[in-house]
Nanobody
Framework: QVQLVESGGGLVQAGGSLRLSCATSGRTFSNIAMGWFRQAPGKEREFVASINWSGGNTDYADSVKGRFTISRDSPKNTVYLQMNSLKPEDTAVYYC?????????????????WGQGTQVTVSS
């Protein structure tokens, strides 16, 4: 089993930055792929970014490409989402997710572990 705990959310003005963290415990962190998803009010959960087990391969939704960066620190068992040039449409609850395989995915149904989520609010 893997436990995921997100932190770093908050309120920021448009154009600002935030860094989300996802601390993991339990199963060996280095063997699992990690992802970030988000859900805005009244909308379905959507893929944001993902990273494979080694950190050498990443994938981003078109809406965040060039603005967000996903990374992982294996010794700290933590994955990060650096969010720059934030827009009001980035407002959502952001969830960290883990997958019991080494390769990443955009499909939320393919993730086995989920955090509780952290709220990100971008004001215009």
């Amino acid at each position: 089993q893997v436990q995921l705990v997100e932190s770093g959310g908050g309120l920021v003005q448009a154009g600002g930055s935030l860094r989300l963290s996802c601390a993991t415990s339990g199963r060996t962190f280095s063997n699992i792929a990690m992802g970030w998803f988000r859900q805005a009010p009244g909308k379905e959960r959507e893929f944001v970014a993902s990273i494979n087990w080694s950190g050498g391969n990443t994938d981003y939704a078109d809406s965040v490409k060039g603005r967000f960066t996903i990374s992982r620190d294996s010794p700290k068992n933590t994955v990060y989402l650096q969010m720059n040039s934030l827009k009001p449409e980035d407002t959502a609850v952001y969830y960290c997710a883990g997958r019991r395989v080494s390769w990443y995915s955009r499909a939320d149904l393919e993730y086995d572990y989920w955090g509780q989520g952290t709220q990100v609010t971008v004001s215009s």
